[in-house]
């Protein structure tokens, strides 16, 4: 790979490949001062100096979430974090150019990392051949049945995530958490703290609730804006989610039907969420419970106890509307 010798303002003399470079020259932060002539490097240089392997090779890509961590402590920090054992099956969502990949791949080969930027799939082919796992594709599209096929055993999730997709994978591990043993993402600071939140705050909502009914979420640390090129305008978390192997008894689908219900209906009373499902005012007076709440102030437990609550007259609801199918039906014959 061609690559140049630069010079930067405080003294520090670098090997940057041209992509870098010309990021370089973007940075004012950087101020490069010099550049000399494109030398060809022979790659067994690039293994007796492998810092050259730590400088950003892409261009960042803001519609990707691009904002690659350049601090290699908090890369060790995150990875210390995991406590990986020998037969972890560990899945990397956005390795970029493998700022994380790195120390994963010293504990690990069962690694498998999911990228969709095609630039960077071939920095990590490059740099592991063969010898790393990549999917080249959307993590959302991604099957983690098929991938626990090929690994074996639960798995285990981490990443410095895309936060433009943050909700999304989240939701994506949820639903295909029978196959998930814990998932260790990088999060904005914002994000994290709703994770973790307590009801009758103002950062708990309907990720506060999902999280802590599927997982038991914990903030691990917090990470400054400042180890991230580019620099994003909000800090960061490392955030830890467990899953539970088993949820407790109820309606799943419903559940969640009733979080997102009343919770779209946020700062009104449970009354108006439930209203929004179809329920009416005579159904709604049958409930044992305070609908004069509103859904910030519930735990998921109570979230789950107004769901099996509200089960009995959802089902009723159903024959009837389908008691009234019939009786049109059978006018129609
Ligand atoms: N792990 C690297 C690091 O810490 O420097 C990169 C982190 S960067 C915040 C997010 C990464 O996710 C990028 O490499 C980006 O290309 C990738 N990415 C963005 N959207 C994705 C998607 N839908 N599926 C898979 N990877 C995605």
Redo the contacts with the bound molecule.
Sequence with gaps: MAVVRCRLAFGATLWVNSQSLSWLRQDPGARLIESSQFVAIPTWVRYIVPSLYDR?M?IP?KS???????DDNI?RKIVKNLHVQRGDHLV??????????RHLRELTDELTV????RR?VEVLRERWGSSLRIVH????QVSLTDLRRTMGGRLRVV???????TSEIVFWLFDQRAYVSDATL?VQWEVARRFIALPKTKEYGILSVFAQYYTKPRLLFKVSRNS?YPRPNVDSALVQFTFKSTLEDGNEELFRRVVRATFGKRRKTLRNGLRCMGLDEPALKKLAFDLTQRPEDLTYQEFLRLTSLVEPLMNSGREVSERSDERYISSQT
Excluded: C, R, S
Excluded at 92 to 101: C, K, V
Excluded at 114 to 117: G, L, M, Q
């Design positions: 950003p892409l890509k990707l979430g691009q904002n690659f961590l350049q890369a990397e969502i956005g390795p970029g150019h493998g700022a994380l990949t999911i990228e969709i930027d960077a594709a959307d993590v959302l990443g410095n995530i895309p936060y433009y997709i990088m991230f």
